[in-house]
């Protein structure tokens, strides 16, 4: 697919901006430039309507397909399913992966029209930010400061106010976000709690590649000698979550051995370590029920993070925040809004 001014040329068919034909099925993928323009749009809908909204940053894998096809099995036949493309700026840190971050929207557009989404939502960086930064920001709370936020200053502040954003602009009903960035999503269920946003939010599964690995838009960053190494994450952390399960729940040598098996495999580990996924408190002596072990790790000039959660009880923390086996198969979608203390 190419993209001249405006139009796109589809499997041969020069189509507007607004429609893109879906192969196979009736219904449009709509793309959207402006909030204006989804507004308009969003008031054909009828009232009532369910509308999931996926997030995304696109450079989109089979990861973030699982979320557009959960979205679209929650809203139904008679919902909408909304995607987001928008790399925002304002989440990456000086000298971090903003400039070289994968855009490639045409294969991201054909990919939302074979999971049946309807609409995508695309602005460019002067629609979100037409006075170069926002002012006012969301301010993401203690939360933010630890792990990713530790070593990415900000991140969650940028983060946080470009989703508040996109939730007041797409005004959907359901929001859905992936246990891959488990901190992430634990913030914004915070910041969608704390400020009454009237959206519901379903974390869903991580999807993985054969050998373990997470799918993320950073893996195509990997080179061949590189992606094997990449697997040791997921290894590690579901030997760490087995050696819990067993009894080893001091938090001092599950990390240690976290970090040892990790940085084994050639990888430079940025955290490796055991939280509380009800509070996002970490566990400094001994780890209880439940636990949600994160890492994040560099591998050459790609940084990966990846999260497993280890529950003693398989009652007390919801089914989609389980680590997924390491399977490319979509999960099947597990209930919504797990606890938070
Ligand atoms: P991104 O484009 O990386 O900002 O991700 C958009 C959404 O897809 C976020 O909610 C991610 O957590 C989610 N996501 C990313 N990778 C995966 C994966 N491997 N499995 C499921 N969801 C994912």
Redesign the pocket.
Known sequence: MSETRGRFTFRGFSLSMHTMMKPMSQSPLNIFRTAAEWRRFRGTLAPGQPIAF?????AL?E??G??VKLAGEIVGRGGHVCTSIFVNPTQFGPGEDFARYPRPFAADVELLAQWDAQSLFAPEREEMYPHSGPAVTVDPGSHGEVLEGAVRPGHFRGVCTVVAKLLHIIAPTHLL??Q??FQ??FILRKMIADLDMPVQVIT?????EADGL????RNRYLSADERPKAAAIYAALSQAAADIRAGGTSAEAVAGQLRKAITAAGLRVDYATAYDPTTLAPYTQEIADPCVLLAAARLGSTRLIDNVIVQFEPARFAAENQPSPPSPAPPPPGPTNPPMK
Not at 204 to 208: H, S
Not at 214 to 217: P, T
């Open positions: 996926v997030p995304t940053m696109g894998h990861g973030h699982s979320l976000l992936g891959k960035d992430q999503q869903a599964p991580t999807l993985r997470a799918m993320s838009s």
